[in-house]
């Protein structure tokens, strides 16, 4: 998993410091699994097993927000705003 931590500008020229715990970064492609040679039935099937199991996630990541008490603290950042940007793994 991977911290990053930056100075972030708003558009009206506010400056805060951040550290978030990044689920989405920015790309500009698709990617995915590829289910080409998959029949059409099995490609449904994975789908729906693969949609169960991210269901399930998604309900332990709500639990662990509770935990932490971040439950509104999900923000999004314009990339060219972010200066002093550093990555850590964590």
């Known amino acids: ?48 097993e693969l949609g169960k199991i991210r269901d399930e996630l998604n309900a332990r990541v709500l639990e662990l927000n509770a935990k932490f008490d971040v439950e509104k603290k999900y923000r999004c950042f314009i990339p060219e705003k972010m200066t002093n940007v550093v990555k850590e793994a964590v």
Request: hydrophobic fraction near 30%; glycine fraction near 4%; charged fraction near 20%.
């Open 1 to 48: 998993m991977n911290i990053i931590s930056f100075t972030y500008t708003k558009s009206n020229g506010e400056v805060s410091k951040r550290v978030i715990s990044p689920t989405i970064v920015p790309s500009k492609n698709y990617e995915g699994v590829d289910l080409t040679e998959l029949e059409s039935v099995e490609q449904v099937m994975y789908c729906q």
